[in-house]
């Protein structure tokens, strides 16, 4: 067992995703069984009293991996020495709140949170920003981040490369385990492009194993995209239990690799890769080697994966836009 602990700090630590990760992460499932951990937790002060429950309560599960918790309502203190974030707090949207007041609310939070990174975090430091609209937040923390390589602001779209998993599993009678190389294109929003042309199911094409395009184009696509508001319908909350794996999952990857032959979505700053502009936080298949995420290169793009992605970018393209006309670019 290595000795020097790694910190993570989670932000948003007593919200319902807080809760759902912490103990994870302190049992030894983000980064490894054998890795101890340093937890900061960063809250809000109204929920700086949630927060010192739940830390009593991962000290009740004296986890062996478990080298300190810290819990703070000021970025600065949380994000000293921070070797992975988890960006987890974000003002949800209020009654009456149009899209661009929102883009504004998280902007007061990602700007101040990403100038914290760049003033203390340790030159290893790994962000995934999770907290909605999660892409247009990473921009905003990466923009404040000058010092930090932008590569190192990830969006979370692991949850919904989860949920094509799950979907194309299901349809097609196999188990998750056996569909491979799913990819999720763009935004984490309804207009994500979700996109299975590539994928193999068993090692076959999965467009042949489905063998029915129409259910792609109007069941696989539109469940898949639109699934974050079908359990807050169902729940009458928002995903927090799979929110919360897929984050895991992400910076489990990112750290350790991922498997041969297979790969994830993952939101990231564009290199100009599939026409994306350079410096969009947008999804792309990737797979992690040595610690840094690549995009995965020379996939054809037919028609109507071409219309998706350009659709889903340019709403990426929007709200850049409208956070840089809000000076928090
Ligand atoms: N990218 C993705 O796939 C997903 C993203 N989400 C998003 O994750 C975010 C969190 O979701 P939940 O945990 O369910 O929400 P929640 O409302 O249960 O918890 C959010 C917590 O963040 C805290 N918070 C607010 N502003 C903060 C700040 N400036 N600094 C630190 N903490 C702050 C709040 O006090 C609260 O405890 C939401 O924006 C949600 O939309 C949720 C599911 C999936
Ligand atoms: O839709 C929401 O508010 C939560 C979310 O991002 C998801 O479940 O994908």
Redesign the pocket.
């Known amino acids: 067992m290595s000795t020097t602990p790694v910190t993570v700090t989670v932000t948003g630590a007593a919200g319902q995703i807080g809760y759902a990760l912490l103990f994870r992460i302190a049992s030894g499932q983000l980064l490894g069984a054998d890795v101890p951990v340093k937890l900061n937790l960063l809250e809000i002060p109204q929920g700086m009293k949630a927060a010192e429950g739940t830390a009593m309560e991962l000290d009740d599960c004296a986890f062996p991996l478990l080298a300190g918790i810290d819990i703070h309502d000021d970025a600065a203190a949380a994000f000293d020495g921070v070797n992975v974030g988890l960006l987890v707090g974000a003002r949800p949207r209020g009654a009456g709140m149009e899209r661009g007041d929102l883009l504004a609310a998280n902007g007061g939070i990602f700007g101040p949170q990403g100038a914290a990174i760049n003033a203390g975090a340790a030159d290893d430091v790994r962000i995934l920003v999770v907290g909605?609209p999660a892409n247009t937040n990473a921009l905003i923390a990466s923009a404040h981040a000058p010092d930090v390589p932008a590569e190192r602001f990830n969006a979370m779209m692991r949850?919904?490369h989860n949920r094509a998993l799950a979907q194309l599993a299901a349809k097609t009678g196999s188990s998750v385990a056996e569909v491979k190389r799913v990819a999720i294109w763009g935004n984490?929003s309804a207009k994500q492009y979700p996109d299975i042309a590539h994928a193999t199911i068993a090692g076959r094409p999965a467009p042949e194993v489905v063998g029915d395009s129409a259910w792609v184009t109007d069941t696989f696509i539109p469940t898949v995209a639109k699934?974050?508001?079908a359990?807050?319908e169902a729940r009458g909350a928002?995903?927090a239990a799979s929110?919360a794996n897929a984050a895991i999952e992400h910076v489990h990857d990112w750290v350790n690799g991922t498997p041969e032959g297979d790969w994830t979505s993952v939101a990231m700053p564009s290199d100009g890769s599939y026409g994306v502009p350079e410096g969009l936080i947008s999804s792309f298949p990737a797979v992690s080697r040595d610690g840094r995420w690549e995009i995965v290169q020379g996939l054809d793009i037919a028609a109507d994966a071409r219309a998706g992605i350009d659709v889903s970018v340019a709403e990426l393209a929007e709200e850049r836009d409208a956070v840089k006309e809000f000076g928090l670019l």
């Open positions: 909605n949850l919904d984490h699934r974050g508001a359990i807050i928002s995903s929110a």
